[in-house]
């Protein structure tokens, strides 16, 4: 569980004390960011929507062992929960409402009228480049000189979406249209409005800032069978005390996520049975070294 932050300089501090006064001479952050993000969930025995796509391994680390986190890398995560806040109460005289499941998790909007479900996430533009269809299209100008000289300039090219059936964003989506419907809300259509907040949309081809990404329907059987297995997963490695497998190279985005985005990935690495090639991945900086 979260127990610690790391400020500034590369110290940490324990959450208790950094409450109670921050160690630096300038804080990093507000109070109220610092408690938002300080929040813990404690394992409930089932998996959230939001767990698909976050390996099993990880998972249960994050409950099993204190961690750190830079309260500033969540900020977004409060951004997004202000950011869905404000488009409910504009849209709750419109026939859409936030919903919430008796048997937990919100999906950020239900069109009553429509019968759409709809989620909002605000993330960098590698994960949306992630679900795009980017071509590579000749540009008609060469390089005039260096390496390259005589070669046709490229770039990326958006020419639509490529969300596979499989993918973490679909499934949680599915998820959340299978909860509705139990509860009597058909659903005829999905869609995940996305607001990339790095500014890197250039890099990947993409031209926009906010994007509508329908999300294709996913059998009712393939859903439950991926959060089932994810519960089951944890629940079993809670009950022996025996760690997980290590996260899939899909979980791992192929080593971009391990050092740089997993908050216990230190935790990960000190344990027996890895690969080399999954010691490789857990070893990465984003810079690639």
């Known amino acids: ?49 939001s767990m698909a796509g976050k390996g099993v391994r990880q998972a249960y680390l994050e409950y099993t062992n204190n961690f750190a986190i830079k309260p500033t890398d969540q900020i977004f995560a409060v951004y997004g929960t202000r950011h869905h806040a404000q488009k409910e109460e504009v849209m709750e005289d419109h026939g859409q409402t936030e919903m919430s ?3 937990g998790g919100t999906v950020d909007l239900y069109d009553h009228k429509k019968q759409d479900l709809w989620d909002y996430k605000l993330v960098g533009a590698y994960a949306v480049s992630k679900r795009a269809r980017i071509d590579i299209e000749g540009t008609g100008n060469r390089y005039k ?68 990404i329908p999300i294709p329907h996913v059998e009712d059987e393939i859903v439950i069978q991926t959060y089932d297995l994810i519960s089951y997963g944890i629940n ?24 740089d985005y997993c908050p216990v990935w230190d935790h990960c690495i000190k344990l027996e049975g890895l690969t080399k090639k999954e010691k490789e991945d857990i070893s990465k900086h984003k810079e690639g070294k």
């Open 101 to 103: 499941f008796e048997d």
């Open 1 to 49: 569980m979260k127990d610690s932050f790391v400020c500034p300089d590369g110290e940490q501090i324990l959450i208790s004390d950094c409450l109670l006064k921050c160690r630096m001479d300038e804080v990093c952050c507000s109070e109220a960011t610092r408690r938002l993000v300080s929040e813990n969930r404690p394992w409930g025995g089932s998996a959230s929507p």
């Open 236 to 259: 079993e490695a809670m009950n022996s005390g025996i760690t997980p497998d290590v996260c899939s190279e899909e979980e791992r985005w192929e080593g971009r996520k391990c050092k």
């Open 145 to 212: 000189s260096g390496k390259r000289a005589g070669e046709e300039r490229t770039r990326k090219v958006f020419k639509g979406w490529a969300v596979n059936r499989t993918d973490e964003w679909a499934l949680q989506m599915n998820y959340y249209r299978i909860k509705a419907e139990r509860e009597e809300k058909p659903v005829q259509n999905m869609y995940i409005e996305v607001t990339i907040r790095d500014g890197k949309e250039e890099w990947y081809g993409l031209d926009r800032k906010v994007y509508v």
